[in-house]
């Protein structure tokens, strides 16, 4: 049971570029999220997914979109890679989308744009 | 909207004490629940403890407790016993249902506390 994992762990993109993060889990979660964080912050939603074939906005969704085809991955893709999206991307699952469950999340994947 | 703050960016609490992490939030719904996460310097988020808003007892964790104070809208984490090996980021987040809209929002986090802990 591996959890909620990430691919890649590190990358490096130059302005301009495009590049897709994977997300894969394997505990048979309906809900999956995108968040980054960025130094002396807290993580900021993204987009999140309620189920396969669902995705919806959060909160900083411009730059980035997603794709949610197989329940157990979730696609977050970069079309143009700007400076402003160094960051540290994690992606986080859920049971249930009431307030009561916790996320659990992958290990992170860092970019840093050129 | 939503709001989590975390009046605390860093702090130094020798190894052995107990130490209360600080987290205050604001929301309009009657339905939500709060988190508390450990970020080590390798970076995951390591979930720690959970207390829904229709609780009314404070949530424990082995050494992990929540001071959860409805009226004031606060929710403190408190280490017993601290280790060295609480040396991390704490985040404390909220959830709620759907204040956005669509449900099944994610979580919203404040910007964290650097908890040091010296022997």
């Known amino acids: 049971n591996a959890g909620v994992t990430q691919t890649p762990k590190f990358r490096v993109l130059k302005t301009g570029q495009s590049m897709t993060l994977l997300c894969a889990q394997d505990?048979?979660?309906?809900?999956m999220y995108w968040y980054r964080q960025d130094p002396g912050m807290g993580l900021r939603l993204i987009h999140y997914s309620v189920g396969e074939g669902t995705t919806a906005k959060g909160e900083v969704p411009d730059g980035y979109n997603v794709s949610r085809l197989k329940k157990q991955n979730f696609l977050l893709g970069l079309e143009s890679a700007a400076p402003s999206q160094t960051s540290v991307y994690f992606c986080?699952?859920?049971?249930?989308?009431?307030?009561?469950?916790?996320?659990?999340f992958g290990p992170g994947t860092r970019l840093t744009v050129t | 909207a939503q709001k989590i703050t975390q009046t605390q960016p860093g702090m130094f609490v020798q190894e052995k004490e107990a130490v209360t992490l600080d987290c205050t939030y604001d929301?309009?719904?009657?339905?939500?629940?709060l988190f508390w996460y450990k970020q080590p310097s390798s970076g995951e988020m390591i979930f720690l403890i959970y207390q829904g808003s229709y609780d009314e007892q404070n949530a424990t964790e082995g050494r992990y407790s929540l001071n959860f104070q409805k009226a004031r809208k606060s929710a403190n984490l408190v280490i017993s016993a601290s280790q060295l090996g609480d040396s991390a980021m704490y985040f404390c987040a909220m959830r709620d249902p759907g204040w956005r809209g669509g449900g099944a929002d994610g979580l919203t986090f404040g910007k964290g506390t650097h908890l040091i802990i010296q022997p």
């Open positions: 505990m048979n979660h309906e809900y």
């Open positions: 986080a699952s859920s049971y249930s989308g009431t307030p009561y469950y916790e996320q659990y």
């Open positions: 929301t309009s719904d009657q339905s939500y629940g």
